[in-house]
């Protein structure tokens, strides 16, 4: 089956920078579309940003400007790039994937398989 491996959170301070990475292996299946989603402590999951198997992007108002999502298709992983941090950008981030069949990509119920998660944590 799919596995998803998050790597890249840590702390920064607000204004600051990180690049976050989803490794996958174990598809049967094309194409699909990858996305992060992200979950606050007493927080609902929300979603951040998504790019399909042709490569179109979707972003969340919330990160528009701030957040570039993109593929390395030399090594299966899909990057999270995340500049100019806000404090409410602390969140769990997930890594998520789906076969690319026309469902809501923004909605979270519609991903078959998730990866653990990476803490991101930005101070002001």
């Known amino acids: 089956q799919v596995q998803l491996v998050e790597s890249g959170g840590g702390l920064q301070q607000a204004g600051g920078s990180l690049r976050l990475s989803c490794a996958a292996s174990?598809?049967?299946?094309?194409?699909?579309?990858m996305a992060w989603f992200r979950q606050a402590p007493g927080k609902e999951r929300e979603f951040v940003v998504a790019?399909?198997?042709?490569?179109?992007?979707y972003y969340a108002d919330s990160v528009k400007g701030r957040f570039t999502i993109s593929r390395d298709n030399a090594k299966n992983t899909m990057l999270l790039q995340m500049n100019s941090l806000k404090p409410e950008d602390t969140a769990v981030y997930y890594c998520?994937?789906?076969?690319?069949?026309?469902?809501?990509?923004?909605?979270?119920?519609?991903?078959?398989?998730w990866g653990q998660g990476t803490q991101v944590t930005v101070s002001s």
């Open positions: 174990g598809y049967t299946f094309s194409p699909y579309t």
């Open positions: 790019i399909t198997w042709p490569g179109i992007t």
């Open positions: 998520a994937t789906k076969k690319s069949d026309g469902t809501q990509v923004t909605v979270g119920s519609n991903y078959n398989y």
